[in-house]
């Protein structure tokens, strides 16, 4: 028989590293030959998509369109150190110093440029890339221009920020502190399973999330983050399992360690709750480890909804539901005598 | 190890080239070829990762010996589109943000591309299934699903709305 049911469960996360971890990121940003904007910082993507949101904040910043912002990413001869792709970070600590650096970058453009038009910052304007009095439009100069003007009073056009947030060691004896993180980011999930009490396979139907991410910068990829970390956790949930012998992975490939496949895709349904974190850029917070955690336990829920067993042990296989759902019948059927 | 001289077509071009008995077609097309698009995940069989199609067929490259390949027609990933010229799939993975770490990337729009040629106008079921055998660690597949969908949708009304196979 093939019953449903519908678990929900509510997560927070606090990223970066936190309780008191030195913590910190580096990033600089230079106007450079060829009508460019240079970006530079050691953070890795790997696939998380930083390097997109880094783009889209530097533009913002200087006003120009995206496809003007070149960058350097992870090269220990030309960047520095923005600190680990881990941790649901680097929105947030490398976002921030790259928003910094540009704001650094902005600022010396109006200071340069109001040398240069003999006027004061106010009454100049910006847009696409060039700068101007707002009294005279015409007569503008691009971003590159002045830093040619710029090179000839032998400096740059150029600016370098860090964001080097300050967190709490927790209290030892307590555990608490005033500032252990510096955000967290809240997630809930209400997922609807389909069990087949015959084999015990569980079919994950629909998954619906709401997610406090404070802003999403690119909501394609932060929907990207949920979905994948969502298919993650299902397979956590249902599927995936080390088994390990005397120190030996018995299973070490992907025919007896089960992952899912575009066949366990589940329908999605997002909502981002855009709820402005003070000092992430934009208001932004991770998403990253975030999206996968609520899933296991929501799923847990919606097994037992839909058969009134629960399961402690992961993953929840086939094999532990029909034995689950056999004990619970024996059960039943001595409580009935 | 015994060498010996094997031909075939790769993206439309000729290649002769001396390979051996125990090379793996993986790895005459990374390694002899450069063609570092296709990539190794699992080695078995068993992700996807190394997807080619040969001689019309998707085959996974790593189970393949090089020189059985003497003779086919291969297209890798290179072979559909570039950085000036993208393919229709490309560009729909790209619009979709169906790539995260781009590992899956290379087989799972080859799988795509020869779904929607044997099958112009899938259903959500019918994409699902048509990219089963490449796995994903990062998207959740919900992206790709969504990216072969528009895919399909742009080709079949390029085509009036009637597939190539169709007329
Ligand atoms: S590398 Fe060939 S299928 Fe995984
Ligand atoms: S995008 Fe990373 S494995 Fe698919």
Redesign the interface.
Known sequence: MKKQGRGIATIMFGFGYGEGFPDHAIASAEIEEGGKILIRTAAADVGQGVLTIITQIAAEVLKVKPEAIRIIPGDTHLTKNSGSSSATRQTFFTGNAVKEASEGLLSNIYHYASIEFRSNHVELGIKDGYIFRNDNPKNKLSYWELAERVKERGDSLKAEASFFPRTDIPDPKTGQGKKVYVAYTFVTQVIEVEVDTDTGIVEVLNVYTAADIGKAINPKNVEGQIEGGTVQGIGMALMEEQVIKEGITLNPDLTSYLIPTSMDTPHFATLLVENEDSEGPFGAKGIGEPATIATTPAIANAIYDAIGVRIYHLPITPEKILKALKEENKRGNKEGF | MSKLTIGFIINGQKKTIETTTSTRLLDLIRDDLHLTGTKEG?G?G??GACTVIMNGELVASCLILATQSDGAVITTIEGIGDNECLDPVQEAFIE??A????FCTPGMILAAKKMLEENPHPDEEE???G???????????????DAIKLAANRLSSKNGGRSEKDD
């Not at chain 2, 790539?99 to 781009?102: F, I, N, P, S, T």
């Open positions: 699992c078995k068993e992700c979709t943000g790539v995260q770490c781009g994409i699902k299934r990219i089963s055998g490449n796995l994903c660690r990062c998207t959740g597949y919900q992206k790709i699903i």
